[in-house]
C-alpha cells in the first residue's frame, strides 16, 4: 500500500503532479455538482487523536466528493479513554477493512508507525511537531495560483518554528520547489542548527520580511511548550505578531497566509488576516482540493501515482 507520511518522500516531480491534480480538484469543487465517483467502493477513516477544525472536515468532504464512504472515529468518546493503545485501536479499526486511515497525533512519528501495522493507505495529518505534508501541499498550491509559481519566491515563516510541523514540511516543499525560505522567531523558538535546514534565520520582523513575496505565520504551540520558554502574549504580539505596520517590510503584493487556528492578537492583528493581501481562506478551500489529490493518487488504481510512497 502506498502512503502519504511526509514531503520528505516525495520528489519534485510528485509534489508538481499533487498540485496539477489538485487545480483539477477545485474546478469539481466550484461546481454546484461536486461529487465523483473515483473513490466509490472505498471506505476512509478519519482517526484524529489532536483538535482539528480544518484538517479533519477538509478530509471528510474530500472523500465524500469523490465517493468514498467516510468515517470519523470519535475519539474522545472510544477506548482510547479505557486505556486502549494506539496500535490496539488501529488493529481494531484495520479488521473492518479500510482503504484508507488518516491519523493524526501528537506522536512524531505515529503515522509511519501505524503504516506499518495496518493493510491500507495511511496519510498524515500531523503527527507531533514532525509534519503536516497536506498543509504544506495546500500552502503550496495557494502560493502558487497566487504568484504562477513557487521557484525563485521569498517566503517568510514566522514564529513557532521550534514546535511546528507546518513548518517543517513547508521548509522542506519550498526548497525542492526552488523557493527562498526564510524563518523569522525570536531565538528561543527557533530549532538550534535550523540553517541545515536550508533556511536564513531572522530574529527580527523588520529583518525577516523586507522584500518577502509570502508571509507565513504561525500560533504558538503552547501544547507543546511544558516546561520550557512560553513568551508573554503582549510582548510576543508587540516584537513578532503581524501587524500592518510590520507587514511594510516585506512586497507590496505579499500574500499573508496562516494554517489555522488563528489566535488573534497573538501572532496576527485582525487588520492583516482580514485585509486584502490575507489568502487564508483561499488556503482552507484548497485543503480539500489536495486532500483529494492526495487520496486519488493513493487509491486510484487507474493512475499513477508517482512516487507517492
Ligand atoms: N491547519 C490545521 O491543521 O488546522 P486544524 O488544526 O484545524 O486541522
Known sequence: HRHLLGIKSLSPADIEMLLDRADAAVAVSRQPEKKLATLRGRTQINLFYEASTRTQSSFELA????????????????????????????????????????????????????????????????????????????????????????????????????????????????????????????????????????????????????????????????????????????????????????LKAAKKDALVMHPGPMNRGVEIASEVADGPQSVIQEQVEMGVAVRMAVMEALLDPRRNAGGVA
Open 63 to 246: 472523500g465524500k466528493r469523490m465517493g468514498a464512504d467516510v468515517m470519523n472515529m470519535s475519539v474522545a468518546s472510544s477506548s482510547t479513554k479505557k486505556g486502549e493503545t494506539l496500535l490496539d485501536t488501529a488493529a481494531t479499526l484495520n479488521a473492518m477493512r479500510p482503504d484508507i486511515l488518516v491519523i493524526r497525533h501528537s506522536a512524531a512519528g505515529a503515522a509511519a508507525l501505524l503504516a506499518q501495522k495496518v493493510g491500507c493507505s495511511v496519510v498524515n495529518a500531523g503527527d507531533g511537531a514532525h509534519e503536516h505534508p497536506t498543509q504544506a501541499l495546500l500552502d503550496a498550491l495557494t502560493i502558487r495560483r497566487a504568484k504562477g509559481r513557487l521557484a525563485g519566491l521569498t517566503v517568510a515563516i514566522c514564529g513557532d518554528i521550534l514546535h511546528s510541523r507546518v513548518a517543517r514540511s513547508n521548509i522542506i516543499l519550498l526548497n525542492a520547489l526552488g523557493a527562498r525560505v526564510r524563518v523569522v522567531a525570536p531565538s528561543t523558538l527557533l530549532p538550534a542548527g535550523v540553517e541545515q535546514m536550508g533556511v536564513e534565520p531572522f530574529t527580527t520582523m523588520e529583518d525577516g520580511l523586507k522584500g518577502a513575496d509570502v508571509v507565513m505565520m504561525l500560533r504558538l504551540q503552547r501544547e507543546r511548550m511544558a516546561g520550557s520558554f512560553v513568551p508573554s502574549v503582549r510582548e510576543y504580539f508587540r516584537f513578532f505578531g503581524l501587524d500592518s505596520q510590520k
